[in-house]
């Protein structure tokens, strides 16, 4: 079956400090794979999204995920995190018509 | 940029009246989506579209029906709501020709129903 696990709910850290959210997926063929970020009381914004080639992308605001094939992992990281990066983040996977999204990791960011 | 409203960001509504949730995109995108978002289960596939008149069930169609009588638009209604379909509500739109074959999804900001 095709889902998608955050293990991590809920992660705290502190402004400056590195970031890793993980995503593990279920996919039966080449996945689209993707990460979402969203605001409080907002919509779902598109952060970086792969489907073939370097398995290390950039997106918006500093981040970039890692997929591994082998483990079946796209996890998304940033170095360096700012307060104004507290939202939740949600991975998802795909095909050629409809997403599969993780039940998301909600980001808090303390001073 | 894509843009993708949705007509209302919060709807108070009793049990039993019939909703209407309005999404409309100006990118001239095939694809539209309707999804639910409740804490802890992230974002559930209610309905899509692939083209005008066109619609397909997600994971979660009952109590729910859409209607897509143009291309830019695309609606939900609740026909009778009821307490537990109180929820976020997301409009989204794709055109994978456009980018690339990505099939990545431009989301509304939502719309926050309270079925009382």
């Known amino acids: 079956a095709q889902s998608v696990t955050q293990p991590d709910i809920h992660i705290t850290v502190s402004e400056g400090a590195s970031l890793e959210l993980r995503c593990n997926y279920s996919?039966?063929?080449?996945?689209?794979l993707f990460w979402y970020v969203q605001s409080p009381g907002q919509g779902l914004q598109l952060l970086l999204k792969?489907?073939?080639?370097?398995?290390l992308v950039q997106g918006i605001k500093g981040f970039e995920a890692e997929f591994k094939r082998s483990q079946s992992s796209f996890n998304l990281r940033k170095p360096s995190v700012h307060w104004s990066d507290a939202a939740e983040y949600f991975c998802?996977?795909?095909?050629?018509?409809?997403?599969?999204f993780g039940t998301g990791t909600r980001l808090q960011v303390f001073p | 940029d894509v843009k993708v409203t949705q007509s209302s960001r919060y709807l108070v509504k009793r049990t039993g009246e019939k909703v209407f949730l309005e999404c409309v995109q100006d990118?001239?995108?095939?694809?539209m989506f309707w999804y639910r978002q409740d804490p802890g289960l992230g974002l559930r596939l209610i309905y899509f579209?692939?083209?005008?008149?066109?619609?397909e069930k997600g994971d979660i169609p009952e109590g729910y029906s859409v209607s897509r009588e143009k291309k830019e638009r695309f609606s939900l209604i609740l026909e009778s709501a009821s307490t537990n379909q109180t929820s976020m509500y997301l409009c989204?739109?794709?055109?994978?020709?456009?980018?690339?074959?990505?099939?990545?999804?431009?989301f509304g900001p939502g719309t926050r129903l309270t079925v009382t």
């Open positions: 989204a739109s794709s055109h994978p020709r456009l980018t690339g074959g990505f099939y990545e999804q431009y």
């Open positions: 996919y039966g063929a080449t996945p689209y």
């Open positions: 792969y489907f073939s080639g370097d398995t």
């Open positions: 998802a996977v795909g095909g050629t018509d409809k997403l599969i």
């Open positions: 990118m001239d995108h095939e694809n």
């Open positions: 579209s692939y083209d005008v008149k066109m619609k």
